[in-house]
């Protein structure tokens, strides 16, 4: 008898646990959606996907200057 008891407490215990999980979704309300590449980055936000590498141009001319002088 107490055996059923203490595994009624068990399971009672196991229902009611204080570690409840909550799945938490990112907030896409920030990005705006003018192009198509935000957009898309919406899209991955949205689907809880991790954000794009985004190609900066101005920086990636900048190491290519041929003018620039070498210490």
């Known amino acids: 008898m107490k055996i059923i008891e ?4 068990l ?3 196991s229902f009611f646990s204080l570690n409840v999980s909550a799945e938490t979704k990112p907030d896409c309300s920030h ?3 003018d192009t198509l590449s935000d957009q898309y980055d919406k899209y991955l936000c ?3 996907k991790p954000p794009r590498k985004k190609f900066m141009l101005g920086t990636k001319l900048k190491e290519l200057n041929l003018f620039k002088k070498k210490n």
């Open 46 to 48: 949205k689907q809880g």
């Open 31 to 33: 990005i705006k959606t």
């Open 11 to 13: 399971l009672l215990f």
């Open 6 to 9: 203490i595994l009624l407490a």
